[in-house]
């Protein structure tokens, strides 16, 4: 009924959503004037922005089986961006990234380059190809391509492992930030996350989801890059700061000299009761380390991160939502333009929030001050109760050195626009870009798994007979199922022991990517390689991080290939033992191989129907 | 069928030379990280430069590019979709 003028009306009903938010954050920053608390506004912010994705996700609802599953094949290259972009910032980028660079400078930064070049592996060997095919869901491809449940079953197994790694971290991070908006308990505040994610998506599936993921994607982007561009101005480092704040990262390197970095030694942060989670700068901003190892260790992150990329099928199946083959290389641009926009400025906060802390000629650092002085500002003590920050005097002599100041790495983003003394209205905003970001990727990831489920376990393999409306109820019950699986594994507080985010990387490369781009780019792969592939590319990886991870077995790493970096381990095996087997099996038959050449044109009909 | 296969030579070599820049950018310079810091761009150590910005608009500009002869290919082995425009 709305949807052809829907469509067409976009631009239109995103530009004024975006004025009508601008307009909402006047609003607040004019009640603050009049003597809003601040916790009120953090109340209103989070639950305005959530009120309206629940609206967007009431609006979108659906009981079409395409329009569940693929957003009915119509939404626009830069919408498409948009919500690839809000899909996959999650929180940890919104929240965290600015927090690793603030720690881990140049080192850390092998995290942005991985996360932005896999979408050249996304667009020159898989999306456009994963389009023209026509798919519902990753496995659905793998299932088709190479034929039979079992190829399938174990797509569905790599993909559930691996975004449901990634998920719980996303929930937790609503939780996180809906308890500290909302003054309730954590445990509280993760059920509230997760009725929330799931309002945006369980009437409307897909379609749903694109359109409030485009309204999250508009409120992270403005939360973001708002505070920086304030900072900046108001600290007069230069009215943009991505150009202009070489001279900045250049203090920096001489504060690092001055004050001296100093690895503290683990006995010793015990001994002072530093909580855990908390660090202090040990690295230097923008120094290159020296060796030859260290440029392994960075490249070897940097090909886990894109390989696993172009592997994750929260990513890949945003791309099935497009209206053509073109559309969908395109859309891979615009969403990385618009991922851009908020990792090149993840550099530029790092090294302001750094230099406002460390340079004792501006009035807000506190290195190199006295502890007394500095235990006094209002924001250190608001920090430190929280146990977000701490002051150890390792050699007691009253003055803050750079290795005494424990931070997490999360108040970079959080607490640097109080920091800098903007008003309360900015940080309400932080606190909801965060919800924004963290919300969009958990919904992303739950519908991924849920679809898979639905639609290629239950629908493919048990029960090819069911009727749409049976589908799309066991696609609804899936998702809730599937959320609160992940609300309850991270209200226990576990999802330390369940490891890092770069893990859902690791294990998607190790099983899928192989499987996937040989099942364009080579006719010759058989179903029984790939299954073998999968198998033993998935198994291979992870008793290697149950090898190396410290909490696990703890074994030194092989040439430096770390938990972080296990999928290189995987995906190597798997890409090994799928040729060899492939070349050990009789050749796809010609129904196949004519599939193949159908796939590699962006002309003519998608090779599963519209409907299947 | 001759111009499938066309097609497909010519995607591949798309595919080639995109792959060989995003090669490049994502490691090449990386490789050499250290000595490229001592040269320095709007102020910045190049490497950090690349990192923090460099490396990451580059990619947005291949994607784009590669995307839009991927597209011309299509065009001249007649494979250009019609109608469903963006």
């Known amino acids: ?612 | 069928m001759s111009n499938k296969e066309k097609h497909w030579e010519k995607t591949k070599g798309n595919m080639l030379l995109t792959l060989a820049l995003w090669f490049f950018f994502g490691y090449i310079i990386f490789m050499f990280g250290e000595s490229l810091n001592s040269a320095s761009f709007l102020g910045y150590p190049l490497a950090y430069y690349m990192c923090a910005q460099g490396s990451i608009i580059a990619f947005v500009i291949i994607l784009f590019w590669s995307a839009n002869r991927q597209e011309k290919i299509d065009e001249e082995c007649g494979f250009a979709e019609r109608g469903e425009d963006d």
């Open chain 1, 1 to 612: 009924m709305f949807k052809g003028k829907f469509i067409d009306n976009l631009p239109k009903i995103y530009g004024t959503y975006t004025g009508g938010f601008l307009v909402f954050i006047i609003l607040m920053a004019i009640a603050e004037q009049a003597g809003m608390t601040a916790k009120t506004i953090g109340i209103l912010f989070v639950a305005f922005t959530v009120c309206i994705y629940a609206f967007i996700g009431w609006m979108s609802r659906t009981v079409q089986v395409d329009a569940y599953y693929v957003a009915g094949r119509s939404v626009p290259t830069v919408f498409n961006g948009m919500a690839t972009a809000a899909d996959w910032m999650s929180g940890a980028s919104f929240v965290a990234m600015a927090g690793g660079i603030y720690f881990g400078g140049y080192t850390y930064m092998a995290f942005l380059i991985g996360w932005t070049g896999g979408y050249i592996l996304v667009s020159s060997l898989l999306a456009p190809y994963l389009r023209k095919f026509g798919c519902y869901t990753v496995p659905d491809f793998i299932g088709t391509r190479y034929g039979g449940n079992l190829a399938r079953f174990c797509a569905v197994v790599v993909l559930t492992l691996a975004s449901f790694t990634y998920v719980t971290a996303q929930i937790n991070a609503t939780g996180t930030i809906a308890a500290r908006a909302l003054s309730i308990p954590f445990e509280l505040g993760v059920w509230v996350g997760l009725v929330s994610i799931l309002l945006c998506s369980m009437l409307g599936g897909m379609r749903a989801v694109t359109w409030t993921q485009v309204a999250q994607y508009i409120v992270l982007i403005i939360a973001y890059l708002l505070p920086i561009f304030w900072i900046s101005n108001k600290g007069g480092y230069g009215f943009f700061p991505h150009l202009m704040l070489g001279e900045e990262v250049a203090r920096l390197g001489e504060l690092e000299a001055q004050f001296g970095l100093v690895k503290n030694a683990a006995a010793d942060v015990k001994a002072a009761g530093v909580p855990g989670g908390l660090k202090s700068i040990s690295l230097p901003h923008s120094e290159v380390p020296a060796g030859g190892m260290a440029a392994w260790k960075f490249i070897s992150l940097v090909i886990c991160m894109m390989v696993g990329t172009a592997s994750l099928p929260h990513i890949l199946m945003r791309y099935f939502t497009t209206p053509s083959v073109k559309a969908a290389r395109k859309s891979v641009a615009w969403s990385l333009f618009f991922i851009a926009l908020l990792y090149t400025s993840a550099p530029m906060l790092a090294t302001l929030s750094k230099l406002s802390l460390m340079d004792p000629n501006l009035s807000t650092g506190i290195i190199g001050k006295d502890i007394s002085a500095v235990m006094s500002i209002d924001w250190v003590q608001a920090w430190t109760a929280q146990k977000q920050a701490f002051i150890a005097d390792f050699n007691g002599d009253g003055i803050l050195q750079l290795n005494e100041w424990f931070m997490r790495g999360d108040v970079v983003v959080l607490s640097t626009p109080e920091i800098a003394g903007l008003p309360y209205v900015i940080s309400g905003l932080v606190a909801a870009g965060g919800m924004a970001a963290a919300m969009s990727t958990a919904d992303g990831l739950i519908l991924a798994i849920a679809n898979a489920l639905s639609h290629d376990v239950y629908y493919k393999i048990i029960d090819p007979k069911a009727d749409v409306r049976k589908r799309l109820l066991v696609a609804r019950a899936l998702l809730i199922v599937i959320g609160a699986a992940g609300a309850y594994i991270a209200s226990m507080r576990i999802t330390s022991i369940l490891g890092a985010v770069a893990w859902a990387f690791d294990f998607a490369m190790s099983g899928l990517f192989f499987p996937l781009v040989l099942g364009v780019w080579w006719k010759r792969a058989t179903r029984e390689g790939a299954i073998a592939g999968m198998i033993t590319g998935l198994a291979s990886g992870t008793a290697y991080l149950i090898y190396v991870y410290p909490k696990f077995m703890g074994n030194p790493a092989w040439l430096g290939i770390d938990h972080l970096r296990f999928g290189i381990i995987g995906a190597s095996v798997c890409l090994v033992v799928m040729v060899v087997v492939s070349l050990m099996t009789p050749e796809p038959d010609s129904s196949t191989q004519k599939m193949i050449d159908e796939v590699r044109i962006p002309t003519g009909k998608t090779i599963l129907g519209k409907q299947h």
